[in-house]
């Protein structure tokens, strides 16, 4: 293995500039090393520049980028930027691999996923036929793939959000490259699944002395993964150092808002700390510092002078704050709103939407005739309350029917069983112009904001489409005046509605994707992990914004998510599922801090915080995550018992039933029933 102090990657006065009416420099003098066998991670808002260094590096910037003059990248003794196009298809994707952000758009949909990871393997390892199906199923399962060898014939469309994140990740690993380009790699995994990826990304690095860049917007998978951090703000570098000293105490002001941004327990009755404004955009030059209009510790004259690099106990920070004579005082704390905790009068009158045993079989066609062989319960009798003014979040790890049943209840996927009421009336069955009333009054969120906003049509209309349909606001005019409020209130300019969804970063698509459906004043919204693209500053607007209209306009949410912390701070109830079905359910203070049910505490054990960065957590595995049943063959009895510690033969044998709790909710497990029996 190579010597830690040597670099497999060296960037130096990095500059992309993309031609346009104005040019703009989405990265600008950006310089950096990845250490041999190390992370270096990349933080910063979402439209900081983070993707576009990581395509520059790649050399696959849009046609109207280029790598400006002046700038230097090396990949070891190679100097990319002097390789020919014929031989960087040898780099990409051998030296150096790339995990893409937005894996519903980065896979061809009309390939096996086989197809695509057998050409990685034929190109850069010599792999064809029988090897290369054995090393594909092997990438697969090591991602957390159940049944790998079997799904090696599907296409990207039949996996999961979360499952196609795996298939990229497998991908990129294929080609055993020497640098590894990580573009956000958990941001559509659940908990579980990020640790035993990142266990996996670490244990890569360890034995091949594989080094990382890593882009990403949480804090707890740096605190796991990085060995450097650096902080990037308006396409410029302004925070590096290592990752011990970053955790213990940023220096500029813009890495402290970062930290104060992140939700938890203790703030539920606040409004999270978030960052005025937006990140400023990059088609002008710049006379002082780029942070200044939303710095709390602006000083007069950071919009005049360019601020320097200044080294503070071995770290660099970009700031005049740090300059010799400077006033270090400290930042002027944002006063936080105490929200309220009641709806008012009017909120407590909007709709309930009660679901009842509600299911979701899909079949299991195979042969020449295509007759069906089984199903896959994706959704197996799941009972849910949605009640105005209160949040409920549903938990549980990919592929376990979640966003199945956000769109099920919303009848974008006839359910195959149940009941679906809204204010009492049934709407299972309904078709056409008799689903209008349910769609007036329940929105939703979709995981994936590109594949959900249509890219021919620009935002503004995207927005109104629904609203003209459903008879909100008569007029264009007054649409328009509706909508620079609404793009506004999602931390967005109203300029931005002429431009098309291609324009925008992954975390700004969500805040569109919001927008369009708090635009008819829903009752309730089903968000199928609506903060999942979004840095931690970017989210903490939106859940400020969530609960503010939840208190103003009693919606109710159905939040489906992965992240404990969001659940934390957002939800009043929540529901752990399970192979389509719900295991545990009760108020969040219940599930999260007294889990009875052996799966959510495997789900919390796995949960990243801030507060595990020191250098001894790097390497060390974060859970025991044991793989995923299929949801077509689900095991016998309890569907856990498997992956269950404490499993014995009742458990292999019978499915439990609904054990309530003291506390109200109720689990299923044999074990917490013996247990309550015996009290």
Aim: with cysteine; net charge neutral.
């Amino acid at each position: 293995m190579p010597s830690s102090q040597t670099h497999a990657l060296t960037v130096r006065n990095l500059t992309v500039d993309i031609s346009a009416e104005r040019p703009i420099r989405p990265v600008d003098d950006v310089s950096f090393d990845v250490r041999a066998g190390e992370t270096m991670a990349l933080l910063g808002e979402s439209g900081c520049g983070k993707s576009m260094t990581a395509l520059a590096l790649m050399r696959l910037l849009p046609a109207s980028g280029r790598i400006c003059g002046g700038s230097s990248i090396a990949l070891g003794s190679l100097d990319v930027l002097s390789q020919s196009e014929a031989r960087m298809r040898a780099v990409r994707g051998g030296r150096m691999g790339m995990i893409f952000q937005e894996p519903a758009t980065s896979l061809n949909p009309v390939m096996t996923v086989f197809s695509q990871i057998a050409e990685v393997l034929s190109r850069h390892r010599g792999l064809t036929g029988r090897a290369a199906r054995q090393e594909a199923s092997r990438l697969l399962a090591a991602v957390g793939i159940p049944d790998a060898d079997a799904r090696l014939d599907d296409y990207p469309f039949q996996f999961s959000g979360g499952m196609k994140q795996r298939v990229m990740i497998a991908m990129a690993l294929a080609g055993e490259p020497d640098v590894l380009i990580a573009d956000e790699p958990t941001t559509a995994l659940d908990v579980t699944l990020q640790a035993q990826v990142l266990d996996l990304l670490v244990a890569l690095q360890r034995d091949r002395g594989m080094s990382m860049l890593l882009i990403t917007h949480d804090l707890g998978v740096v605190a796991r993964m990085a060995h450097e951090v650096g902080v990037m703000y308006a396409g410029e570098l302004v925070e590096t150092g290592r990752r011990d000293a970053f955790f213990d105490a940023p220096l500029h002001p813009y890495s402290k808002k970062l930290f104060a941004a992140v939700p938890d327990a203790s703030r539920r009755d606040q409004a999270l700390e978030t960052l005025p404004g937006i990140v400023p955009t990059l088609d002008r030059s710049f006379s002082g510092c780029r942070f200044a209009d939303r710095c709390p510790s602006r000083m007069a004259h950071c919009d005049t002078q360019l601020p320097q690099w200044h080294q503070v106990e071995a770290r660099s920070v970009r700031c005049h704050l740090y300059a010799e004579g400077a006033s270090r005082g400290e930042p002027t704390a944002n006063v936080l709103t105490v929200l309220p905790t009641e709806p008012s009068r009017e909120a407590g009158q909007r709709a309930e939407l009660v679901v009842k045993g509600l299911k979701v079989h899909f079949p299991v066609r195979k042969g020449v005739l295509k007759r069906v062989v089984g199903h896959v319960r994706a959704v197996d009798g799941v009972s849910l309350t949605l009640k105005a003014a209160r949040t409920l979040a549903l938990v549980g790890e990919s592929g376990c029917g979640k966003t199945t049943a956000g769109k099920a209840l919303m009848q974008l996927i006839r359910p195959t069983g149940g009941s679906v009421r809204l204010d009492g009336e049934e709407q299972v069955h309904r078709r056409g112009a008799a689903l209008r009333p349910l769609r007036r009054q329940v929105q939703m969120v979709f995981q994936d904001p590109f594949a959900s906003l249509n890219p021919r049509m620009r935002v503004g209309d995207i927005i109104a489409e629904g609203m003209s349909a459903l008879g909100i606001k008569q007029t264009p005019a007054e649409r328009r005046e509706y909508i620079d409020t609404l793009l506004q209130r999602v931390g967005l300019s109203p300029q931005m509605r002429e431009r098309f969804p291609h324009a925008f970063s992954g975390g700004q698509r969500q805040r569109i994707a919001l927008a369009r459906a708090l635009s008819v004043s829903p009752a309730v919204i089903v968000c199928d992990e609506p903060t999942s693209a979004l840095d931690v500053s970017v989210q903490a607007q939106i859940l400020n914004l969530m609960r503010e209209l939840q208190q103003a306009q009693g919606i109710a949410y159905l939040f489906i998510t992965h992240n404990i912390a969001v659940v934390d701070f957002l939800a009043h109830d929540v529901a752990v599922m399970y192979l389509g079905r719900i295991v545990e359910y009760g108020s969040t203070e219940q599930v999260l801090r007294n889990a009875q049910h052996p799966y959510t505490r495997m789900l919390l054990d796995a949960v990243l915080t801030t507060d595990a960065a020191g250098p001894e957590t790097i390497g060390n595995p974060v859970a025991r995550v044991v793989e995923l049943p299929s949801p077509i063959n689900p095991p016998s009895g309890c569907h856990f018992h498997p992956r269950c510690s404490m499993a014995d033969e009742l458990c292999r044998q019978t499915y439990p039933d609904e054990t309530p709790l003291p506390e109200g909710g109720y689990v299923r497990c044999h074990r917490v029933r013996e247990e309550l029996d015996g009290a």
